[in-house]
């Protein structure tokens, strides 16, 4: 097995691939990484951290994946361990961006496919669904523990019938929010309303909330009255029981619904990165952007969201951009997330989380160059705000943060039909949808096999990146066709999380 892994050519370091103790020695052949042949390793470094093989001076850049990764604090000698102790950002303030495109010519829609199908759910407004769930969702949190009950009831009540179960998805708000805290929440759970993994949808409302019931179904716009309905708990003699009746009619209607042969091009596929390592830009992150390039290969769509952790690798996708047009409305997505960090007096490029640190990433813009890996090469086709539903196939991005459950949930807001989940370190959580979560590290895919889907960890134990590809695939596939199911589904995690920017009154 490898003991570390050289990324570029013009990278200043090397990953380790195990624990390098003080003193051990790395060989590296006839001519290794700047034309070392061994280097002394001067302390100690964990697996997945960095080792520097060119010497640096302070203030100098220091480069993996072929990228300024930051800067030098301090000078670094051959063999030294490199991580934030000795490297910082080398991000400032809010930058001016010029559009040069590393296309030739503008975006068009794939006019060939493999002509691979998924079976899906063909739901009566054109799209597609892989999952025939009822969805209970509630326009304020008041209602959370009726929604509770009435989804636990229902499950029993209607065990035996031809539907993927009834879930509701808990949240505090939808009343005495102020301005884009009570737009973030309206858009946000109307877009979730539309999901076409629900069969049907019971919307509950308490009656007296922000978030009414009739600005709640002016929000939609047309919808089919079949597939969602609305209860007043308020207006009703017993919430419970007129719920339950609800809940019948929409069990009845999403049983005329039966999976058949849809094409690839109507899937749509979330990209996500949490409790990220030093490996999760090597090997789960390359392997989601090679499935989402042949996704969008094949006509389909994916979605890449964590606009802070884009800082910094944001000009690889501006100059993916379709036209100047889409190029201009990444810049305002970037700005505009820069904006809201000085709002709050905080430091836009603040390092990554203890537990990115834990794993190896140094900056934010280590984490970002491998965060963009999930886009694949695709060109991104459009770009949506937070709360928004994606319209476009290809690669979009969508406005949102990088807390895990408010990204997973705006992708699904956004269409995605569910949401691969890349992850060094772990967690179990999942969102409304299928959350596939991909270990960059055998060790967590052993020692977590309840939270962990698939390993791309083998890719750096030999597997070749062309089957792992070839071989996640044909998972994703069969999870959309409803012969497979994930671990959060399995273990009945869903949840979801709503943006919150100002005041609760």
């Known amino acids: 097995m490898k003991q570390w892994i050289s990324l570029h050519e013009k990278d200043d370091v090397i990953i380790a691939l195990k624990d390098f103790l003080k003193g051990e020695e790395i060989l590296f052949g006839e001519q290794g990484p700047g034309g070392l042949r061994s280097l002394i390793v001067l302390e100690d470094v964990p697996s997945g951290h960095k080792i520097a093989i060119h010497p640096r001076q302070t203030g100098d850049d220091v480069f993996k994946y072929g990228y300024s990764i930051g800067k030098a604090k301090s000078e670094l000698l051959i063999g030294d361990w490199v991580h934030h102790h000795n490297l910082g950002t080398g991000l400032k303030g809010i930058l001016d961006y010029a559009y040069q495109p590393t296309v030739?010519?503008?975006?068009?829609?794939?006019?060939?496919?493999?002509?691979?199908?998924?079976?899906?759910?063909?739901?009566?407004?054109?799209?597609?669904?892989?999952r025939n769930e009822i969805w209970i969702i509630n326009t304020v949190g008041c209602i959370n523990k009726t929604s509770e009950i009435l989804a636990n009831r229902g499950?029993?009540?209607?065990?035996?019938?031809?539907?993927?179960?009834?879930?509701?998805?808990?949240?505090?708000?939808?009343?005495?929010?102020?301005?884009?805290?009570?737009?973030?929440?309206?858009?946000?759970?109307?877009?979730?309303?539309?999901?076409?993994?629900?069969?049907?949808?019971?919307?509950?409302?308490?009656?007296?909330?922000?978030n009414q019931i009739d600005a709640f179904q002016e929000k939609l716009g047309e919808f089919d009255p079949r597939r969602i309905k609305f209860m007043k708990a308020q207006e009703v003699e017993d919430e419970i029981e007129s719920g339950l009746e609800l809940l019948g009619e929409l069990v009845d209607y999403a049983e005329t619904f039966t999976r058949q042969p849809l094409p690839l091009s109507m899937l749509k596929i979330g990209l996500k990165?949490?409790?990220?390592?030093?490996?999760?830009?090597?090997?789960?992150?390359?392997?989601?952007?090679?499935?989402?390039?042949?996704?969008?290969?094949?006509?389909?769509?994916?979605?890449?969201?964590?606009?802070?952790?884009?800082?910094?690798?944001?000009?690889?996708?501006?100059?993916r951009a379709a036209n100047a047009e889409v190029f201009g409305q990444i810049v305002e997505l970037i700005n505009d997330f820069k904006q809201y960090f000085l709002k709050h007096d905080?430091?836009?490029?603040?390092?990554?989380?203890?537990?990115?640190?834990?794993?190896?990433?140094?900056?934010?813009?280590?984490?970002?160059?491998?965060?963009?890996?999930?886009?694949?090469?695709?060109?991104?086709?459009d770009v949506r705000a937070y709360g928004e539903r994606v319209t476009q196939t290809g690669l979009s991005l969508l406005q949102g943060p990088g807390n895990d459950l408010v990204s997973v949930t705006a992708l699904t807001a956004a269409g995605a039909h569910l949401v691969l989940f890349t992850t060094g370190r772990g967690t179990p959580f999942g969102g409304p949808v299928p959350t596939i979560k991909?270990?960059?590290?055998?060790?967590?895919?052993?020692?977590?096999?309840?939270w962990i889907d698939f390993n791309a960890g083998k890719l750096v134990e030999g597997a070749d990146m062309k089957d792992v590809s070839a071989e996640f695939a044909e998972y994703v596939i069969r999870l959309a066709s409803g012969e497979e199911y994930t671990r959060n589904e399995l273990n009945g995690f869903r949840e979801i999380a709503i943006f919150k920017d100002g005041v609760i009154l």
């Open 346 to 381: 905080q430091e836009i490029y603040e390092n990554p989380s203890p537990g990115n640190k834990a794993g190896g990433i140094s900056t934010l813009e280590e984490k970002s160059l491998g965060c963009t890996q999930k886009g694949g090469h695709g060109i991104v086709t």
């Open 104 to 130: 030739a010519t503008e975006w068009t829609a794939p006019t060939q496919s493999s002509g691979r199908t998924f079976q899906g759910y063909l739901r009566s407004n054109g799209e597609a669904g892989i």
């Open 438 to 450: 991909i270990a960059s590290n055998s060790g967590l895919a052993v020692r977590k096999p309840k």
């Open 273 to 319: 990165c949490g409790g990220s390592d030093g490996l999760s830009g090597i090997t789960a992150n390359p392997l989601v952007g090679a499935v989402s390039d042949w996704l969008i290969s094949e006509g389909g769509t994916a979605i890449l969201t964590e606009v802070p952790e884009m800082f910094g690798a944001e000009t690889i996708l501006m100059n």
């Open 155 to 210: 499950n029993a009540l209607y065990q035996s019938r031809d539907i993927d179960g009834i879930h509701y998805f808990s949240h505090p708000y939808g009343c005495s929010q102020l301005g884009d805290d009570h737009g973030y929440t309206q858009q946000l759970l109307t877009s979730l309303a539309l999901h076409p993994n629900a069969g049907g949808v019971l919307v509950v409302g308490l009656g007296c909330e922000n």
